[in-house]
């Protein structure tokens, strides 16, 4: 007998609340009934299971910082059901290929996420309105009472699952991992005195204006981030304005060669990067790394894998940061909503007159439509075996984007041990991956940093364990260390 968790979600207040039932129906009966169209799925509630505060003893510590009270960390670009923290276009690719990828097949197959959205690619607003998008062509396509899968409970498959349903399709969403939310991964627990964030929590004001009011409305709280300080070596100084300006005109070179280049070769090509000046003491070559750090955390890659033509269109500055449990926004949208967790597909069968899905059990599953919303990292491992295999274009598109990296590591501290005031740290010239910080207490009064890496940098990190991550994070941050 296999327990199948099949969960509800509540929403109560700021907080999402979860509590497991793992069933032990056996999950031959499970999809038996979801075959013949039964509501199978007892929806109970589920609990998320408590964060295990990493234990923090290897390290050495430093002599001005030190060791936090408890640490949780992201681990994105080793995890089998993401392989990655969103897309980017890389050198010689181009935004086409997101529309490509977001071709329904047959009108059986339909596709969703992030890396779907031209607009608004690697972001939260753009896996949703991606999901609104699929449920449009799922429901001008799909006849009433057809019963419609969809794989991932993430922002895209949260949104479309909550606009079928409305609209009175049979919608079961199947997610591989034991909770829903994807790349929102909000985790609550006695240790810490705020919802951690292990993936998306930045927005910006403007651009995510939909996203803020309606978190605001589900009573997520939010905050704005104020003010910067760069760290150096012999200086510090609170704003970048170096960086910005030398990428600006690496980018405005690469506009005019003939063929596409990287960041980092325009940087060189045309010069920025060696014309940038020193400000404030500290080094201009130094400040356009740090800025390049800072949009790698943005984009998830290096600059010498971004397409200068493409890569950094789009890119937000974000100025919010979600501070009351993100996760409520996709519990919201998956309430009353039949969804299986701990399930992953390993395989779709499609034609003109259904769709079956091969389940990791073993077991298959027949619906009339599919919606795919898995992140792009699964799609390029082949995690998922299509059978046709998927038309040339959606293969071409998924081999053509790229899979970045964004990490995140949260410390806790019982008190400060910083006298700054500003939200957003960065460090200039010191060679350390873990380059970028913020300082909840400026935005929230927790006394908690949130440490945030991209790119190779990320890949990097990804590889330590817990006690040489700590190491490296303590190590970054000495020189906000008062002293
Ligand atoms: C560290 C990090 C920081 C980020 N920061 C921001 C930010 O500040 N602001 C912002 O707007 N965006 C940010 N993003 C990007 C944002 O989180 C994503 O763009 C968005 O959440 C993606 O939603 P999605 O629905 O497309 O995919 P996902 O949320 O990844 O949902 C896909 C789901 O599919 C499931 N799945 C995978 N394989 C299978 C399978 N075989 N069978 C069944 N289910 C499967 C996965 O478990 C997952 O739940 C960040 C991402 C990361 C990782």
């Known amino acids: 007998m296999t327990a199948l968790a099949a969960c509800s979600l509540r929403a ?10 793992e069933m032990s129906f056996s999950r031959r009966s499970f999809l038996l009934g979801a075959g013949s169209g039964l509501s199978l799925l007892v929806l109970a509630a589920c609990t998320q299971p408590e964060p295990m505060p990493t234990p923090t003893a290897s390290p050495s510590p430093t ?6 009270s408890s640490m949780l960390r992201s681990n994105w670009t080793s995890d089998p059901y993401f392989r990655g923290s969103h897309s980017f276009v890389p050198v010689g690719a181009t935004p086409q290929f997101r529309d490509d990828l977001s071709q329904p097949i047959m009108g059986r197959v339909f596709f969703a996420g992030e890396a779907t959205s031209a607009d608004l690619p690697g972001s939260v607003l753009g896996a949703q309105v991606s999901g609104a998008r699929a449920a449009g062509e799922l429901s001008s396509t799909a006849n009433k009472g057809d019963r419609i899968a969809i794989i991932g409970a993430g922002a895209a498959g949260a949104e479309a699952a909550r606009v079928l349903a409305l609209e009175g399709f049979d919608v079961i969403v199947i997610e591989a991992r034991d909770r829903v939310g994807g790349r929102i991964d909000t985790r609550e627990s006695k240790s810490w005195p705020l919802p951690v964030e292990l993936g998306a929590w930045r927005l910006n004001k403007t651009v995510d204006a939909v996203l803020l009011s309606k978190l605001a409305t589900l009573g997520v709280e939010t905050n704005t981030l104020t003010g910067t300080l760069l760290q150096g070596a012999k200086a510090t100084a609170t704003e970048n304005t170096v960086g910005p300006k030398a990428v600006d005109a690496a980018v405005a070179w690469a506009a005019d060669q003939t063929k596409d280049v990287s960041v980092a070769d325009a940087l060189t090509g045309s010069g920025a990067a060696k ?17 390049l750090s800072s949009l790698a955390t943005v984009n998830g890659a290096s600059d010498s894998k971004l397409s200068a033509w493409y890569g950094l269109s789009g890119s937000p500055q974000y100025d919010r940061l979600v501070t009351g449990g993100f996760g409520t926004l996709i519990s919201e949208a998956l309430t009353g909503v039949t969804t299986s967790l701990s399930t992953a597909v390993v395989g779709i069968s499609y034609s003109d007159t259904g769709v079956s899905l091969q389940l990791g059990t073993g077991e298959s599953l027949k619906v009339a439509r599919v919606l795919v919303t898995v992140p792009l990292g699964v799609l390029q491992k082949g995690s998922i075996r299509f059978d046709p295999l998927l038309p040339f274009a959606h293969r071409t598109a998924i081999a053509a984007l790229g899979m970045g990296s964004v990490e995140t590591v949260w410390l806790r501290y019982d008190k400060p041990f910083w006298s700054t005031d500003a939200a957003v740290w960065s460090l200039v010239g010191t060679g350390d991956d873990l380059s970028t910080w913020f300082n909840l207490q400026a935005v929230t009064g927790e006394t908690v940093l949130v440490g945030l890496v991209g790119g190779d940098a990320a890949r990097r990190v990804s590889k330590l364990n817990d006690g040489d991550l700590l190491a490296a994070a303590l190590h970054a941050l000495e020189p906000f260390a008062a002293h």
């Open 63 to 68: 002599l001005t910082v030190p060791r936090p």
């Open 12 to 21: 109560s207040g700021n907080v999402s609340e979860y509590s497991v039932a």
């Open 275 to 291: 014309g940038a000046s020193d400000a404030n003491g500290l080094v201009g070559a130094d400040l356009v790394n740090q800025y």
